[in-house]
């Protein structure tokens, strides 16, 4: 079946940019812009080549390669319940768990104002923002909501606004406090949207967390703990 680009985007859950970078890997000629509309034999092509990576990421998730010792004492010693939630979540994780398509530091040096206070955006940030197509958000965690959206981040609806947009750096286990931190804070790289009982369980299961940093460290080489780096 002939599919535009921008759709298999929706389809498989990736920027429509991610996409076309694959089909013009892929050397398909038709893949030109994200509206191009691809042949039967060209979607076909496309859509096997973007199973494989969704398989390669769920691999990935259950894989026990780069765990380090703290990671394999959590893995031995965690519930059979939060287990099998975390199982669930590796069949699947684009039904839990939405990426950020790059690592990059929106703001330095802002970090998660206190009782409910507004943010004051660099001009620069401003418009960079602006040529993106996004508005300023002053709210305690707008300025990370908006690095993961300028990131090309998918925020998935629930309620009024969408999954929680969620630090997985969260000042347990010996991360460092993202909210506090001003190289963090608004760092896409250590930014997920969370399905609401995906977020839960994050900040529940110290296991989930550690699956979630090497996840940024596999995705973006990002390691501010130093831990995957060196792991086996």
Same mark, same amino acid.
């Given at each position: 079946?002939?599919? $535009?680009?921008?759709?298999?985007?929706?389809?498989?859950?990736?920027?429509?940019?991610?996409?076309?970078? !694959?089909? *013009?890997?892929?050397?398909?000629?038709?893949?030109?812009?994200?509206? /191009?509309?691809?042949?039967?034999?060209?979607?076909?092509?496309?859509?096997?080549?973007?199973? !494989? +990576?969704?398989?390669?990421?769920?691999?990935?998730?259950? /894989?026990?390669?780069?765990?380090?010792? $703290?990671?394999? @004492?959590?893995?031995? /010693?965690?519930? #059979?319940? @939060?287990?099998?939630? +975390?199982?669930?979540?590796?069949?699947?994780?684009?039904?839990?768990?939405?990426?950020?398509? &790059?690592?990059?530091?929106?703001?330095?040096?802002?970090?998660?104002?206190?009782?409910?206070?507004?943010? #004051?955006?660099?001009?620069? &940030?401003?418009?960079?923002?602006? $040529?993106?197509?996004?508005?300023?958000?002053? $709210?305690?965690?707008?300025?990370? +909501?908006?690095?993961?959206?300028?990131?090309?981040?998918?925020?998935?609806?629930?309620?009024? @606004?969408?999954?929680? +947009?969620?630090?997985?750096?969260?000042?347990?286990?010996?991360?460092?406090?993202?909210?506090?931190?001003? #190289?963090?804070?608004?760092?896409?790289?250590?930014?997920?949207?969370?399905?609401?009982?995906?977020?839960?369980?994050?900040?529940?299961?110290?296991?989930? *967390?550690?699956?979630?940093?090497? @996840?940024?460290?596999?995705?973006?080489?990002?390691?501010?703990?130093?831990?995957?780096?060196?792991?086996?």
């Amino acid at each position: 079946m002939a599919k $535009r680009i921008f759709d298999i985007a929706k389809e498989f859950g990736l920027h429509p940019k991610v996409i076309l970078a !694959k089909a *013009k890997e892929l050397h398909i000629a038709q893949a030109k812009v994200v509206s /191009s509309l691809l042949d039967d034999g060209n979607t076909l092509q496309l859509e096997v080549e973007l199973n !494989k +990576i969704k398989a390669q990421q769920m691999n990935s998730c259950l /894989s026990t390669e780069l765990w380090p010792d $703290r990671m394999q @004492e959590l893995n031995a /010693s965690v519930f #059979n319940t @939060e287990r099998a939630a +975390i199982q669930s979540i590796c069949a699947d994780p684009a039904q839990f768990f939405q990426w950020p398509q &790059v690592g990059v530091l929106l703001w330095p040096g802002c970090v998660r104002t206190q009782n409910d206070g507004e943010h #004051n955006y660099p001009e620069e &940030v401003m418009l960079y923002l602006g $040529r993106l197509g996004l508005k300023s958000d002053t $709210r305690t965690n707008g300025p990370a +909501i908006l690095s993961f959206l300028a990131a090309g981040g998918k925020r998935p609806n629930w309620g009024n @606004e969408g999954w929680p +947009i969620h630090h997985i750096f969260d000042g347990t286990d010996g991360s460092p406090h993202a909210i506090r931190d001003g #190289n963090l804070f608004t760092h896409s790289a250590g930014l997920v949207a969370a399905h609401p009982i995906a977020h839960h369980l994050a900040h529940q299961s110290a296991l989930l *967390k550690w699956l979630l940093w090497r @996840e940024a460290f596999l995705r973006f080489g990002f390691d501010p703990i130093g831990v995957f780096k060196n792991a086996k």
